[in-house]
């Protein structure tokens, strides 16, 4: 069974620093892993998707990196600013079926 | 132009009530998903289905019955609603894609979700 687990489930750094967010799952048997951001109150907004075939994506400051046969994937967030607050899920792809981690909150101290 | 709509945001009820949500994507997209987010922030998926056909039911209660009228709507229906079924409740749509070579990524979108409270 797929279980995916985000650590540590908050963070608080201060402006300007650069970070890395953590994702593991169990299975590697995966399609893709996507990054997900949820503000408060809102839905969940598509930051990167990462095919089973590749091992990162990049999107302006954010870089996310897939290693499968760890099981592992990570978020890396350049020269954090305070609109970076927001909780960060990663998602896994398995047959008819995505997998949630239970997210990382983060704070960003201006 | 929203990608994944659904209605209503907020619904308050009382408990024993039956109440319905309603999600629409305009993507294209064949697969669509009812998530629930407890209180914790956790999500869990609820049910998944491809081109009108139930794929997933992942062991929901039968008081929650989803209906997809065409592969563009999938709506959710909660009879006897109870405290417990209190959370945010998200639909999601993708393209299914997951055959090596296909140009299709698998992309999951979501709307915004509807906070069920029942009193």
């Known amino acids: 069974k797929q279980e995916v687990t985000q650590i540590p489930a908050a963070l608080s750094v201060p402006e300007g620093e650069n970070l890395v967010l953590n994702c593991s799952f169990t299975?590697?048997?995966?399609?893709?892993l996507q990054w997900f951001r949820q503000d408060p109150g809102k839905g969940l907004t598509s930051l990167l998707l990462?095919?089973?075939?590749?091992r990162e994506q990049t999107s302006g400051r954010l870089n996310a990196s897939l290693d499968k046969s760890s099981g592992r994937s990570t978020l890396y967030i350049a020269a954090s600013q305070p609109g970076d607050s927001a909780t960060y899920l990663c998602?896994?792809?398995?047959?008819?079926?995505?997998?949630f981690g239970s997210g990382t909150r983060l704070s960003i101290r201006p | 132009d929203t990608a994944v709509s659904q209605t209503p945001k907020y619904l308050v009820t009382q408990m024993g009530n039956d109440k319905s949500i309603k999600c629409e994507q305009n993507l294209g997209h064949d697969t669509m998903y009812w998530y629930k987010q407890d209180s914790k922030k956790f999500l869990k998926i609820m049910f998944s289905y491809n081109n009108k056909e139930l794929i997933i039911n992942e062991t929901v209660p039968n008081r929650f019955s989803p209906k997809s009228p065409d592969k563009a709507h999938l709506n959710l229906h909660i009879n006897s609603l109870e405290l417990g079924d209190s959370a945010v409740y998200f639909c999601a749509s993708s393209q299914e894609g997951y055959a090596v070579g296909t140009t299709n990524t698998g992309e999951l979108f979501f709307g915004e979700g509807s906070r069920l409270t029942v009193l």
């Open positions: 990462i095919q089973s075939s590749q």
């Open positions: 299975d590697s048997a995966i399609y893709n």
């Open positions: 998602a896994v792809s398995v047959p008819s079926k995505i997998i």
